[in-house]
Nanobody
Framework: QAQLVESGGGLVQAGGSLRLSCAATTNTFPNYGMGWFRQAPGKAREFVAA????????KYADSVKGRFTISRANGKNTLYLQMNNLKPDDTAVYYC??????????????????WGPGTQVTVSS
């Protein structure tokens, strides 16, 4: 059973950057696509980015395209999300998740079976 733990969240001013990490406690990490989602207060959880098993294909939500970069280090069982030019609208709890397959075309939460507890990102104006 996979366990995922996010880290790297915090408080940052608009225009700043943060790098989120997601550590997976499983040797099967390299076999699956991974994704990042976020949930702002009072809103539904939404897709942010996804990456395939080897890191050769990525998919982004339009709202973060050009500002966020998803990557992975399979040798370290770790997923990353580099967030640049942050905006107050990016404020949310960010979750990493493991997809049910090895692809990157996974933009629905129903395509993921394991989730981390989340890390808070707050962007001040």
């Amino acid at each position: 059973q996979a366990q995922l733990v996010e880290s790297g969240g915090g408080l940052v001013q608009a225009g700043g950057s943060l790098r989120l990490s997601c550590a997976a406690t499983t040797n099967t990490f390299p076999n699956y696509g991974m994704g990042w989602f976020r949930q702002a207060p009072g809103k539904a959880r939404e897709f942010v980015a996804a990456i395939n098993w080897i890191g050769s294909y990525r998919k982004y939500a339009d709202s973060v395209k050009g500002r966020f970069t998803i990557s992975r280090a399979n040798g370290k069982n770790t997923l990353y999300l580099q967030m640049n030019n942050l905006k107050p609208d990016d404020t949310a709890v960010y979750y990493c998740a493991r997809a049910q397959n090895g692809g990157s075309d996974n933009d629905s939460e129903y395509q993921y079976d394991y989730w981390g507890p989340g890390t808070q990102v707050t962007v001040s104006s």
